[in-house]
């Protein structure tokens, strides 16, 4: 199963389970993306239509009490990547020391990625410091710049479509990597000039993970032919 129909299969899934915050979360991620397949965006209007509808049918999902969502961020991964996706949406201006609290303790890295993008979408200019794997981050939400805004990221995304455009599911398990990584690497964010490196061992991990030798071959040529060309035009 491709990237795209894992993700309308898991929004599909949270609008049958009324778990509407969530799908509202994924569709708001996929259609914020500088590229999305025809069938793919299509589907997720469809969605969105369908999310509206139920909605509408329920009289409106009822909204978790704040001091619930901030609870279930001291639970397990999944508790935490629930709550996060849930507080995406919220003033998060609210409760900047729960969540100041929360980063700074090695929280689930995929949980924390959500918080610190709502942060900076929402420019909160407070100092928070966020511990991972006993490194600490000292960033100000309203200096980090989020995903889907970030320079480096939209050329990286540029650069695998002209790498691997000729391999449709290598693409989308790259940019599925690539999407996952520089999440991963909030409050940082990638560099013009680190887009080739990123999109590189984005490319190389999803070959990997389809087992595609011969494509990942082919990207060492590419991509040190891209390098050459780079210190070239230096």
């Given at each position: 199963m491709g990237y795209y129909e894992e993700i309308i299969t898991e929004i599909r899934n949270a609008i049958e389970e009324h778990r509407y915050e969530d799908a509202k979360f994924l569709l708001?991620?996929?259609?914020?993306?500088?590229?999305?397949?025809?069938?793919?965006e299509a589907q997720f209007h469809a969605l969105q239509k369908d999310l509206r509808y139920a909605c509408e049918d329920s009289q409106g999902p009822e909204e978790e009490p704040l001091e619930v969502l901030l609870s279930m961020l001291k639970g397990k991964p999944e508790a935490q990547l629930a709550a996060a996706s849930r507080l995406h949406d919220r003033n998060l201006r609210t409760?900047?020391?729960?969540?100041?609290?929360?980063?700074?303790?090695?929280?689930?890295p995929e949980a924390a990625a959500l918080l610190i993008e709502?942060?900076?979408?929402?420019?909160?200019?407070?100092?928070?410091?966020?511990?991972?794997?006993?490194?600490?981050?000292?960033?100000?939400p309203d200096a980090v710049t989020p995903v889907t805004r970030s320079?480096?990221?939209?050329?990286?995304?540029?650069?695998?479509?002209?790498?691997?455009s000729r391999n449709p599911s290598l693409l989308e398990t790259a940019k599925s990597v690539l999407v996952h990584d520089a999440y991963m690497n909030l409050p940082l964010s990638y560099e013009k000039e680190e887009a080739g490196g990123a999109?590189?061992?984005?490319?190389?991990?999803?070959?990997?993970l389809l087992g595609d030798t011969a494509d990942k071959a082919e990207l060492e040529k590419v991509y040190d032919s891209y390098q050459i060309r780079k210190k070239t035009c230096a």
């Open positions: 708001k991620r996929e259609l914020s993306m500088p590229y999305i397949p025809e069938d793919a409760c900047t020391e729960e969540i100041r609290e929360y980063l700074s303790h090695e929280p689930y709502a942060l900076a979408e929402q420019e909160i200019g407070d100092e928070f410091v966020y511990t991972k794997d006993g490194v600490e981050y000292t960033f100000w320079p480096g990221f939209l050329e990286a995304l540029a650069l695998l479509k002209q790498w691997v999109a590189y061992e984005a490319a190389c991990q999803a070959a990997d």
